[in-house]
């Protein structure tokens, strides 16, 4: 088993699976601790686990101060805004690659602080904030925060409205950058800057 006693992980553990696990918010509390005491937990997937906001603002702050941790599964979680919003302050300081927070209560205001954090991140390549509930405003803002982040090329969402499919499609294609933002999401796919029907 990948945790040893007193809440510490093995050192030569870099991916960590415990999704369905029954976890819920005071086992997130713990695993944010060992990840805090680790350095080298790498990948961890938690999904579908309860961990609330509670957990995801224990799990957050491990991921502010972690050297190592570059993805972490959060989906289905009972994540609300307030969780979300946790992960907004993390993403600007911690080194994460890859975050899925899909089919969790963000909402707009979850959405809102996440977006807002990429404008200063330059490390978040992918995220996935598929059936998330984020309406029209969480669209509008994760379209600015697309104009100014140069690092995030994958991003997996539910479009609300058709506005707001076009409104994400045109920052997109209207960015300069190394390589384009691949936008996914049901019956959406825009890819290379072009904006289509998957």
């Given at each position: 088993e990948g945790i040893a006693?007193?809440?510490?992980?093995?050192?030569?553990?870099?991916?960590?699976d415990l999704s369905s696990n029954g976890v819920g918010p005071g086992g997130a509390a713990a695993m944010g601790a060992a990840i805090r005491a680790s350095g080298c937990l790498r990948e961890l997937v938690i999904s579908r686990n309860l961990i609330g906001?509670?957990?995801?603002a224990e799990l957050a702050s491990a991921v502010a101060s972690s050297p190592s941790l570059t993805l972490l599964d959060?989906?289905?979680?009972?994540i609300g805004p307030s969780g979300a919003a946790s992960f907004g302050e993390a993403l600007a300081k911690g080194r994460l690659v890859?975050?899925?927070?899909?089919?969790?209560?963000?909402l707009d205001a979850g959405?809102?602080?996440?977006?807002?954090?990429?404008?200063?991140?330059?490390?978040?390549?992918?995220?996935?904030?598929?059936?998330?509930?984020?309406?029209?405003?969480?669209?509008?803002?994760?379209?600015?925060?697309?104009?100014c982040n140069r690092s995030l090329q994958r991003l997996v969402v539910t479009f609300p409205s058709a506005d707001a499919l076009m409104s994400?499609?045109?920052?997109?294609k209207d960015t300069p950058r190394c390589s384009p933002v691949v936008l996914e999401g049901p019956g959406t796919r825009l890819a290379e800057g072009?904006?289509?029907?998957?």
């Open positions: 006693r007193g809440g510490r992980l093995s050192r030569s553990l870099t991916r960590l906001d509670a957990g995801a959060l989906a289905n979680n009972s890859d975050l899925n927070l899909s089919e969790n209560a963000v959405a809102v602080s996440i977006a807002e954090s990429l404008h200063e991140n330059t490390v978040l390549t992918a995220l996935d904030l598929q059936l998330t509930g984020m309406g029209d405003e969480g669209c509008v803002a994760m379209g600015r925060a697309v104009r994400m499609g045109t920052a997109i072009a904006v289509g029907e998957a």
